[in-house]
Nanobody, 127 residues
Framework: QLQLVESGGGLVQPGGSLRLSCVVS????????IAWFRQIPGKEREGVGCISRSDGSTYYADSVKDRFSISRDKSKNTVYLQVNSLKPEDTAVYYCAADRPVLAYVCYFRPDRMDAWGNGTLVTVSS
C-alpha cells in the first residue's frame, strides 16, 4: 500500500521560508516519482513541481520555479519541498503524491496522474 505523509507546515511571515517533508512507505523513491501540489479552499488543486524516480530531475510550475525547490533523501524515503520568499498567496494546504511515469527520468504534476496522496500540511503566510 502506497502511503505518503507530509509535515513541516505552519505559520510563517511574508518573506520567510519553510521546508516541507513527504515521507513515503510501501514503496521506494526508485519506484515512483513524487509531485507536490497545493490547494486553496474553494479552488482547484495546483501542481507546483515534481522529482523523477531515476536521476532526481526536477520540474516546476512557472509560478514557483524561482522560489521553490524539490529534493530527496532516498535513505530516509523522504522528499522535500523548500519554499522561500513566501507570499500571502502561497497560503494553502500542500500535498505530495506518487506517480509512475513510463519513462523513469521524467515526472509530472498533474493531479489526474497520481496513484496515491498524502493528507496534506497547511502553510499559512501572514504577518
Amino acid at each position: 500500500q502506497l502511503q505518503l505523509v507530509e509535515s513541516g507546515g505552519g505559520l510563517v511571515q511574508p518573506g520567510g521560508s519553510l521546508r516541507l517533508s513527504c515521507v513515503v512507505s510501501g514503496f521506494t523513491l526508485n519506484d515512483y516519482s513524487i509531485a507536490w501540489f497545493r490547494q486553496i479552499p474553494g479552488k482547484e488543486r495546483e501542481g507546483v513541481g515534481c522529482i523523477s524516480r531515476s536521476d532526481g530531475s526536477t520540474y516546476y510550475a512557472d509560478s514557483v520555479k524561482d522560489r521553490f525547490s524539490i529534493s530527496r533523501d532516498k535513505s530516509k524515503n523522504t522528499v522535500y519541498l523548500q519554499v522561500n520568499s513566501l507570499k500571502p498567496e502561497d497560503t494553502a494546504v500542500y500535498y505530495c503524491a506518487a506517480d509512475r511515469p513510463v519513462l523513469a527520468y521524467v515526472c509530472y504534476f498533474r493531479p489526474d496522474r497520481m496513484d496515491a496522496w498524502g493528507n496534506g500540511t497547511l502553510v499559512t503566510v501572514s504577518s
